[in-house]
């Protein structure tokens, strides 16, 4: 450009250059192109600037890293701006505060580069706020070559590159010897703050060459009001150069350029600067170092280091941000030649006349007319564009919607072997990130047993040929791999393609056929025999054991049932049972049954199977393992014959112990019979016999009878040897009965019985012999408990009442009890605390409760004495 903004000689030219570019643009549709952007990667980018926010200079740098970033086609970048004041707060409380409020604020955010802006920020940055943001890349924009160079020889120079600020104190000069060639001094004006001395320190190095030239008047460090004082009397071949004044001598805080405005209005010389940002505010101009370029220089290199760049490969730069820039008002107020300024300079503030304009007029009148002639056409071409504009875009939305929300991996290749276009499910699948898989050649992820068979894949489709149902295995993040299923296309050099991930499949594919070769391997070895019928309990399956089982071949097993090889009653039996759990859909669980061998003999086979449902429901079959269990089953008939025959021989020590009781418990009704026949015959044979005497004489002989008879009734239930089946039984009964039994043998003991029976209790399900069996053992035992009681304490308390669901039968006696250690051994078998006996009782009674599904067990009385307690279900079946 010239000296000044625009040249009004070259508008018409303009004018018509823009008109025919409006004209193509408008006109020609058919040629227009609506390309796709590819979704670009999010990155999250933290700038910490030295300064408040108000700073004029962090502006104009923040508009060129926005700048930047909105124009890239490689990341979606999230700006977090942090403006630190530390020019105002220059204290270690305030660096704290700070560098605690950041690391707190941005803990949960990943932070892919930290652009820092000034050196104060970059000090911080790289001094207690580094904990924070350990391993983040660094920016450091305009800082000093100072610092550039201390970062060259610092550790941190491996994630850490930067712009300079750029010391261009020799274009400032010569601008100001052209524009003023009598300049023989210059007033160098600065403040006290950290940025105010790094402005004079770049000033004072660049002013070295011209010493032996010019005169320096220092003014830096100064309060402002002297300040003011001094710029306003400086001789007359004097020009200003300012640096900052963020704080004064006296500690006022200023803003650099409000500053500045109160120098320029005082000093009676030009006045010179270093930065754009005091264009406008009382500086001439010159080279400047524009903010705003080095805003878009730090953005550049930030979306490099992102791009994949080490920080330590890229050196520090910043030559290139200034701009040629000169306020036309100061040019004017001290009398500058604008001829002297260089070519291609730009100028602001200057006033135009409206002949200025006249370029402007006539070329937008020109426009106007030539718009005027094509309006009908331009109206029409725009309509048909718009409408295939919009018919594009929304087929390219739905496109793309579709190929961001698919659950198979989607993308675009080149034949050189690198992605173009990633879908997200690849992130989801192999957990890189996109920018890393398009890093590298996709050929790189591939497992090595498999490349060879991609470059071949890869080779047909650049032949334009397809490629369906490829598979092959890719790796992921975590060094595993997983198995992609290709279906591929080709369009000249670029191949689109979609992958299914079946790694679940071909590992569901692999454990199937490992479990089927495990079964049959199991079913080859096992003991038992494996089975399959279907719904109709036909045999579809069985393992050789099976087989061996029923000793027939497998052609007379598989289409049979199971009640085939039973005998009639029990495959009647078990197929009833049968029907009843298929009707149900219900498992088959320990379900004993007899079968008849190939050779005629009996087996006996525990099955347990499971139902066969398929997905509406329906019953298909059992599958399940039957046992033998022939030989326990014959065991199991032993121990029970040994059992009750143990059982018998039990009771009849117990009774024969009662012998004499018993025989004086007989004798005693049998004597009262006979005496009371005799009294009857007696009164027969007197002349007036007394009819009523007589009846109650013969009721005593029914009573004594009926007490013989019950008597001899308990004592053959107890004895009998036949297995009977459980029934409903009274425990009162049963306790009664007993009681009578004992009641002699009570009376040789001096042992008072006294119960406390609960006369509403429910019926158990029990053998009523067993039952008395068990309730002798407790008397009795209780009565030798307290052989050595005195004669007055010797007295047995039993109890029956009803708890809950059960019947609870207690015996207490008041002898010395049992040690505690043999509270559990009392039940064992042969354990006995007396020196006779083999200790079988309490063993046969927890035996025969255990059998009637109940629970017995002993505890000390704290009064002393023991009580055994005995706890039955009720019978619910009368219910």
């Not at 052989?787 to 207490?812: A, D, Y």
Request: glycine share 8%; aromatic share 8%.
């Amino acid at each position: 450009m010239s000296k000044r903004l625009v040249n009004p000689a070259l508008l018409g030219p303009w004018c018509l250059v823009i008109l025919i570019s409006l004209i193509w643009q408008i006109s020609v549709p058919a040629f227009a192109q609506v390309q796709t952007q590819s979704a670009l990667s999010a990155k999250n980018v933290l700038v910490l600037y030295s300064e408040d926010k108000a700073h004029p200079a962090h502006e104009l740098t923040d508009r060129g890293i926005r700048s930047a970033f909105r124009s890239n086609k490689l990341f979606e970048v999230q700006l977090y701006n942090e403006y630190l004041d530390l020019s105002r707060f220059s204290g270690p409380g305030h660096t704290r505060a700070v560098t605690d409020y950041i690391g707190r604020k941005y803990a949960g955010l990943k932070i892919d580069a930290i652009i820092t802006i000034y050196p104060a920020a970059l000090d911080m940055l790289l001094g207690k706020a580094r904990a924070g943001f350990r391993g983040v890349p660094i920016v450091a924009c305009e800082i000093t070559w100072i610092q550039a160079e201390n970062l060259e020889r610092s550790p941190s120079r491996g994630l850490t590159t930067g712009v300079v600020l750029g010391d261009n104190t020799a274009g400032i000069m010569d601008s100001a010897f052209r524009m003023r060639p009598g300049t023989k001094r210059v007033a160098l004006v600065a403040g006290t703050s950290r940025n105010d001395v790094a402005g004079e320190s770049i000033f004072r190095k660049g002013l070295e060459p011209y010493a032996a030239k010019i005169d320096l008047i220092d003014l830096t460090k100064l309060p402002m009001q002297e300040t003011l004082a001094r710029v306003g009397s400086l001789p007359p071949d004097t020009i200003v150069l300012y640096s900052a004044i963020f704080t004064d001598g006296a500690g006022q805080s200023f803003v650099p350029r409000e500053a500045l405005a109160l120098i320029s209005q005082a000093a009676n010389a030009p006045v010179f600067g270093l930065y754009d940002s005091y264009m406008g505010y009382g500086i001439v101009g010159g080279r400047l170092v524009s903010f705003e370029q080095q805003g878009r220089e730090a953005a550049t290199l930030a979306l490099r280091i992102m791009g994949g760049e080490s920080p330590a490969s890229i050196p520090f730069g910043g030559e290139q941000a200034y701009v040629d820039l000169y306020d036309w008002r100061q040019l004017r107020r001290w009398n500058l030649s604008v001829d002297a300024l260089p070519k291609g300079s730009i100028v602001i503030n200057r006033k135009f006349t409206l002949w200025d304009f006249r370029y402007y007029i006539i070329g937008a009148v020109a426009f106007f007319l030539a718009e005027t002639a094509l309006i009908v056409f331009l109206i029409v071409q725009r309509r048909r564009k718009k409408v295939a504009e919009e018919e594009l875009m929304q087929k390219t939305k739905e496109l793309d919607q579709f190929f961001n929300v698919s659950l198979d991996l989607k993308c675009i290749v080149n034949t050189d072997a690198y992605f173009l276009r990633l879908n997200p499910a690849w992130e989801r699948t192999l957990g890189y990130t996109l920018e890393e898989l398009m890093a590298k050649r996709f050929l790189e992820f591939v497992h090595p047993d498999d490349l060879g068979r991609t470059r071949e894949a890869v080779s047909t489709l650049a032949s334009q040929q397809k490629v369906a149902s490829f598979e092959n295995r890719y790796r992921c993040k975590d060094g595993t791999y997983r198995w992609l299923e290709w279906s591929s296309a080709s369009d000249g050099k670029l191949i689109y393609a979609a992958a299914r991930d079946v790694t679940e499949r071909k590992q569901a594919g692999q454990a199937l056929r490992e479990s089927e070769e495990r079964l049959r391997d199991i079913t080859f070895s096992m003991g038992d025999w494996v089975w399959e019928v279907d719904e109709n309990g036909v045999y579809t399956y069985s393992s050789q054991k099976g087989f061996d089982l029923l000793g027939q071949p497998r052609e007379e097993v598989i289409g049979k049932t199971p009640f085939d090889f039973m005998p009639p009653d029990e495959a009647k039996r078990v197929a009833a049972i049968f029907s009843e759990i298929a009707a149900n859909k219900a498992p088959i669980k320990d379900l004993e049954n007899w079968n008849i061998r190939g050779n005629g003999e009996s087996i006996c086979l525990l099955t347990n199977g499971v139902p066969m449902v398929d997905e509406e429901g329906n019953l298909k079959g059992y599958r399940g393992v039957d046992k033998d269990i022939t030989e326990r089953k014959r065991a199991e008939a032993e121990v029970a014959r040994a059992r009750a025959e143990l059982l018998r021989v039990e009771r009849s020590l117990r009774l024969s112990e009662l012998t004499a009781s018993l025989a004086h418990e007989l004798n005693q009704p049998l004597a009262a019979i006979l005496s009371n026949a005799q009294a009857a015959l007696r009164f027969l044979k007197s002349d007036k016999p007394d009819l009523k005497e007589f009846q109650e004489i013969m009721q005593d002989i029914i009573s004594d009878d009926q007490r013989a008879g019950n008597v001899i009734r308990s004592l053959r239930s107890m004895m009998k040897r036949e297995e009977r089946e459980k029934r409903p039984t009274i425990l009162n009964d049963v306790l009664n009965d007993v009681i009578q039994i004992f009641r002699s043998e009570a009376i040789f003991r001096n042992v008072r019985i006294e119960t406390e029976l609960d006369g509403s209790l429910p019926p158990v399900l029990g053998d009523k012999g067993q039952l008395q069996q068990v309730v002798l053992n407790i008397i009795m035992n209780g009565a030798e408990a307290m052989s050595r009681n005195p004669p007055g304490q010797r007295k047995l308390i039993l109890r029956t009442q009803r708890k809950h669901h059960s019947i609870w039968v207690t015996g207490r006696d008041f002898g010395p009890g049992i040690d505690k250690e043999n509270l559990e051994r009392v039940f064992q078998p042969f354990f006995t605390t007396k020196g006779t006996g083999l200790g079988m009782g309490l063993a046969i009674c927890s035996s025969i409760i255990k059998d009637h599904g109940g629970r017995i067990w002993a505890e000390n009385n704290p009064d002393g004495g023991a009580t055994l307690f005995i706890e039955l279900p009720i019978d619910e079946r009368g219910k």
